[in-house]
Each structure stands twice: as structure tokens, then as C-alpha cells.
């Protein structure tokens, strides 16, 4: 990723934070919550470079997510609840076509704006199944407006809200030095419909539908 010698400070995120409700977008997302070895992993990262940089925001666990598909970003409530009925209808059915994914290979990146946990291995896969999932919702009569299609499997856990207390120059090869255990993989197999204020994932401000089982519903064990 590219150099972080000039952070850009997320300025929505930080009136958020002061002014809970100041941010007004509406979203519509497909999601996937990860497990406890995942949230341990990114715990453990974000420990470290809190003693580095305390004054960023680093998400809490309960709000680290991967986004599988953006439906659509920072529509109007009218938008969202226009799009949606026809979502929770046909999600279901349209979820249970597709494969379970496995992520692997995590990495810290990281760029001006933010740092995250990616993965190496399984991101075609989840690329594949962006596009099937879109090409399914079209089929289906469901209009998408995603931002773009990314390539990207990754979960972001830290946003720029101040200047840095470090040089940036020490920052980043701190960054850069940071060692993640890449042994840690992650079975998708859920996926979660939230909609509302989405943004940066918290819990407290988005409703949710799901789970939704990739390759269909689980059997309940006895």
C-alpha cells in the first residue's frame, strides 16, 4: 500500500465520535462478523500500536466486520427502505447458490487513511462471490449502487481521528515492523444484511437480517 507520510484524518468519523448521530449516511451492506481467533488477532495488533498512537480510533471489537457487498452507500432512509423489501425477500435463496470461503494468509496493511487486517489467500474467492451476488440481485430485479466492486478481503480496525504523536517517518516503519501470526484462518460461512447509519460498522446504530448460510441453512445439531 501506499506511503502514510501525509495521514488524512477521517473528519466524519471524528465529529461521530463528539456528536454521536452527527452522521447522517445511510447504507445497505452485506457483512461477515469474524470469529474469536480473528477479533484475538486484531486485539492484539491494535494493543500494540495504541502504545504508539493512543489518540486514533481503533474499532471496538463488536464492530469489526468484513464487507462482503456494498448494496448501496450513503443513500437517504427513503432510498434504503425502498431498496430493502425486495433484499430481505430474495437474499435467502440467492445466498444459499453460493460456496463457504476460506480467508488466509492475514497481514497488517495500511495506508494514509487507515490500517487493516488483510488476507492474502481466499480473496478471489471472495471476489467471485461479489460478483456472483451481484449478478444474482440483478437477475433478480434488485438494483445495486455499490461505490465499486473491491477486490479486497480485509477488515479495517484503525481510522486516523488526530496528528500523529510520532514522526511520521517512525510511524510508518513501526507499521512496517509489526509482525501478525499468518498461521490464523477464518471459514466463512454467514453472512449478515445490515442497513441504517452503516458506516464504520457499529453495532449500536445499524439493524441487521441474518445470519444467511453460504451453500444454504445449516442443520441444527441434535
Request: aromatic fraction near 10%; charged fraction near 25%; charge should be positive.
Amino acid at each position: 500500500m501506499t506511503s502514510i507520510l501525509n495521514i488524512k484524518i477521517d473528519e466524519d468519523l471524528k465529529q461521530e465520535i463528539l456528536h454521536p448521530g452527527h452522521d447522517k449516511r445511510w447504507g445497505i451492506n452485506l457483512i461477515a462478523r469474524p470469529p474469536s481467533a480473528i477479533k484475538d488477532l486484531i486485539i492484539g495488533i491494535q494493543n500494540k500500536l495504541k502504545q504508539k498512537e493512543p489518540d486514533q480510533y481503533y474499532y471496538p471489537a463488536s464492530n469489526l466486520h468484513l464487507t462482503v457487498l456494498e448494496v448501496c452507500s450513503e443513500c437517504s432512509s427513503d432510498e434504503v427502505h425502498r431498496i430493502l423489501p425486495g433484499l430481505i425477500k430474495k437474499t435467502p435463496p440467492l445466498i444459499s447458490h453460493l460456496k463457504e470461503l476460506v480467508l488466509k494468509s492475514p497481514c497488517l496493511e495500511y495506508d494514509a487513511k487507515t490500517c487493516v487486517l488483510a488476507f492474502g489467500k481466499g480473496k478471489k474467492g471472495l471476489l467471485r462471490i461479489r460478483e456472483g451476488l451481484m449478478k444474482n440481485y440483478f437477475d433478480a430485479g434488485v438494483k445495486l449502487n455499490p461505490r465499486y466492486l473491491s477486490e479486497r478481503a480485509h477488515i479495517t480496525f484503525m481510522r486516523y481521528t488526530n496528528p500523529l504523536k510520532s514522526a511520521p517517518s517512525e510511524w510508518f516503519q513501526f507499521l512496517s515492523g509489526t509482525v501478525v501470526n499468518q498461521k490464523v484462518e477464518w471459514a466463512i460461512d454467514k453472512i449478515w444484511l445490515t442497513y441504517g447509519v452503516t458506516w464504520y460498522g457499529m453495532k449500536s446504530r445499524i439493524k441487521v437480517r441474518g445470519p444467511y448460510f453460504l451453500g444454504g441453512e445449516k442443520p441444527v445439531a441434535g
